[in-house]
């Protein structure tokens, strides 16, 4: 099956390669991408500006090399130059409209297991267009997951390991089998942590909760940034606790966010309708404010976003 070219070039280590020619030997698929990590980044278009923004670059490059020092790869650049490997790479490829940023680091010359320890690490970063669903009034049916969490003695869920998404990919089977859109997974206690690809928040008498960082979760950068324009800006009170199993069914507003996931509304849980079963008045805010802020339309938070472009008059 031909794989769909949805750019011109991709960024390996270094260098600028057409897409055709960005290949890598059958001898090294399976175990060189076991102790892999990547990231999922966003830009956004901003039709009126005519700009595109590149969204907490630097935060995305430091848990990618907080990922790659955990699995234990070696990287030869740092935040500084995946950063501007990034904003070159979207230049060159032209891009104009939402598009992830994909850098992913594996180990090269893996043919089989074993530490992989002497094997070259390479980095590379593609892109693609995607849709966001911001501001379209997504409502998703979310289930609670029969699988548990990974835990952070066994496979780490602080760090983005693609070999850690076997556990969010079967929940997310088991939960779109059963005909839910997402899964909502447990960690061996019993508590609540995040979906395969997104945190989570619930909302109880006007505060937004979520899950504390040593439940069994990504560090997301989305939950961050959440939590600190919430107290900073919205006036919306947070706190990070525990959450159990039942919170879910009885929450006034649940959401999920993430990059990809971006801010999105459960309605129902385990088909208990959540709050009024329409978006919450919360998630609403929480929603349109970060949509204002991913598209340049907030300055509050300008240093979170790199204009890709050169505005007029402007020497890059
Ligand atoms: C398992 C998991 N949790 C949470 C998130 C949200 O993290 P972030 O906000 O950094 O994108 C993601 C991915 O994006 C994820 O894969």
């Given at each position: 099956m031909a794989i769909s070219r949805p750019s011109n070039y991709v960024w390996i280590d270094g260098d600028f390669v057409p897409w055709e020619a960005a290949t890598v030997h059958v001898t090294t698929l399976g175990w060189s991408t076991m102790g892999a990590v990547f990231e999922g980044i966003s830009a956004?278009?901003?039709?009126e500006q005519e700009q595109l923004y590149g969204l907490q670059f630097s935060e995305h490059y430091a848990r990618?090399?907080?990922?790659?020092?955990?699995m234990r790869l070696q990287s030869k650049f740092t935040i500084g130059d995946l950063v501007q490997a990034s904003i070159d790479l979207l230049r060159a490829n032209e891009l104009r409209e939402d598009t992830r940023v994909r850098p992913l680091a594996y180990q090269?010359?893996?043919?089989?297991?074993g530490t992989l320890l002497e094997s070259a690490t390479s980095i590379v970063i593609s892109t693609a267009p995607f849709i966001s669903s911001l501001g379209k009034g997504r409502k998703l049916r979310a289930?609670?997951?029969s699988w548990d969490r990974i835990a952070d003695n066994q496979m780490s869920p602080r760090v983005k390991c693609i070999s850690n998404y076997q556990?969010?990919?079967?929940?997310?089977i088991e939960a779109t089998m059963r005909g839910y859109d997402q899964p909502i997974i447990l960690n061996q206690q019993g508590k609540v942590t995040e979906g395969p690809a997104s945190c989570l928040f619930?909302?109880?008498?006007?505060?937004a909760i979520t899950p504390s960082l040593t439940s069994g979760i990504l560090e997301s950068i989305t939950r961050q940034s959440i939590l600190q324009f919430?107290?900073?800006v919205l006036g919306i009170p947070t706190q990070e606790r525990e959450i159990d199993r039942t919170e879910l069914y009885i929450a006034d507003e649940v959401f999920f966010c993430g990059t990809g996931a971006e801010v999105v509304s459960v309605v129902s849980v385990d088909d208990y309708v959540v709050?009024?079963?329409?978006?919450?008045?919360?998630?609403?805010t929480i929603e349109a404010y970060y949509h204002d802020i991913v598209r340049g339309r907030e300055e509050r938070y300008d240093h979170w976003r790199i204009p890709i472009y050169s505005r007029v008059g402007e020497m890059r």
């Open positions: 956004y278009w901003n039709p990618f090399l907080n990922s790659m020092k955990l090269a010359d893996g043919t089989w297991f289930c609670v997951s556990n969010s990919r079967m929940a997310l619930i909302v109880r008498n006007g505060v919430c107290r900073d709050g009024s079963g329409e978006i919450g008045p919360v998630t609403a």
